[in-house]
């Protein structure tokens, strides 16, 4: 392989493994925050109404993340 | 997903013109720097959704309230890292 090539191979594999970790820090999180509030006395299977509560924890999660990310972001950048 | 990806092992590293070394740390360290502040994100989710998403899910949606709250959450653990900072910074004297 030639140095172009290797180099952008490298970028993607980095750039892919950053994503994979990033993803599994979210699921990681959801799971905790949204089992807790969903599903407070586990059954012998999940109900429709702990499946809807999940799938809007999701969403709300997901809301949250952004808000901080945005506010976050926001912040380190003024302090430069 | 990994037969997307070619093998990069020494050999084919060996092969980087010094250009593209100095291309790839810098990509490198942006990347790096970027993984921390995405870490800092996840860890400041996790403690203001627990303060500021009380009580049952009804939508998916944030209402004015969270929504309000989860950016004040941010910027005041912001706040209080300066904080900590100052503290220790005073303590070293």
């Not at chain 2, 500021?52 to 944030?62: A, D, Q, S």
Request: proline letters at 2%.
């Amino acid at each position: 392989m030639e140095s172009e090539t290797v180099k952008s191979e490298v970028i993607k594999q980095v750039k892919a493994q950053y994503a994979i970790d990033n993803a599994r820090q979210l699921i990681d999180k959801v799971n905790e925050h949204c089992f807790e509030k969903c599903v407070p006395k586990p059954g012998a299977s999940l109900s429709s109404s702990e499946q809807t509560c999940f799938t809007q924890c999701m969403e709300k999660y997901m809301a949250a993340w952004n808000q901080v990310s945005a506010t976050y972001i926001r912040r380190i950048q003024q302090e430069h | 997903m990994s037969s997307d990806f070619s093998p990069v092992d020494s050999s084919n590293l060996s092969r980087l013109s010094d250009k593209d070394k100095t291309e790839l740390r810098q990509i490198m360290t942006n990347e790096e720097q970027k993984a921390r502040v995405q870490a800092s994100v996840h860890s400041l989710t996790d403690i203001c959704f627990r303060k500021c998403i009380t009580g049952t899910i009804r939508n998916g949606k944030l209402d004015k309230n969270e929504e309000g709250c989860m950016a004040n959450c941010a910027d005041r653990f912001v706040d209080v890292s300066h904080l900590t900072l100052k503290h220790l910074q005073n303590m070293r004297g």
